[in-house]
């Protein structure tokens, strides 16, 4: 178990951060192990045969359950939708946990779990928890960089957890990400992500409200783009997720391929929700927050397909908007 890694959960995120970290590993260590799982077979099968075009003789296996790759690795990252799947992933029979729970006490003790999902504050704290009082360690690293910097391996991981858990989790998460914080406790982690993405959120629907009135008063995209990249107004939003095709020099926004691929517009109003919900709980006021979820929200509902594009597609139904 000691040099085996498992990962859990494929998707946009996890198939590029788990080819990171494999192929890393590879290069540190000639014996590693790696194990795959996600709900979808056909998702970790697809993974496998993507990296053993890079590395053949990988030793990389996928898996039927949680349950058993929490039995062969040591390591177990999760990188998931939300709440509910990390619940499910953790929590349920065939689960981390209760794996860990029915296991010798120093396989337990030696077992470090990652949980890179973005998901509710108290979920993560509670699941952190209980895999403590399982003998684990545990972080929260849910992460900013989007699938881009998953790709690239220059993601920011947010860490929640003990001293001795980063301590841990850190050099995995080096192979991953340019950037790891140490945010504080467990919880810590998704209390910063969510935080972050209330600002990501808003800002991009701003940002797709001032390319389409610029472009109205007369402006070329990319002139409006390249004031606002020099101008205070400059974000990630503008800089480099612009919704605008032709606004940046460079073609990389999902904008240029039909808002395919990125951070889809479902995954931004459960990030909204996660935020205007602790708000509540903590009497903190997020007016544009709840302005910003209504509107993903409403997006969707008119053009259902948007829920899987990335977020910035928000332009084209403002675009769609009468005044
Ligand atoms: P995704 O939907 O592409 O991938 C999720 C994967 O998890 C899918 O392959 C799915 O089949 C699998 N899965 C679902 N339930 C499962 C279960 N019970 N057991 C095993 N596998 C299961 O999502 P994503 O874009 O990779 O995002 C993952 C997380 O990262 C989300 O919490 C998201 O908010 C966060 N995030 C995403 C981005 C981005 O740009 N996409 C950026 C930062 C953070």
Redesign the pocket.
Known sequence: RANSISF???????SEMASNLFSKRIADENNSRFVV????PE?AARFIIEFRKQFHSANITAVDN?EEATLASGTIIT????SP?VR??YLDSSGIIPTLRSMPPLDASNTLCID????DVQVGRDVAAEAQAAGAGMVDA??????TGAKAGTLSFLVGGSEQSFTRASPILAHMGQRIIHCGPAGSGLAAKICNNLVLGVEQIVVAEAMLLGQRLGLDPAVLAGVINNSTGACWSSSVNNPVPGALPDKSPPCERGFEG???TG?MI??MGLATDVSKESGSPVPLAEAAEKIYIEAVRRYPELSRKDFSAVYEYLEGMKR
Do not use: I, N
């Not at 859990?8 to 996890?14: A, I, K, S």
């Not at 799982?37 to 979808?40: H, L, M, T």
């Not at 990188?79 to 939300?82: A, K, Q």
């Not at 890179?116 to 998901?119: E, F, N, P, Q």
């Open positions: 859990v959960g494929l998707g946009r995120m996890g799982f996600d709900a979808v998702v949680p990188m998931l939708p939300s799947h499910q992933v890179s999902t973005t998901l849910p992460v900013s960089g989007g699938v990125g951070f889809a995954l459960k990030d």
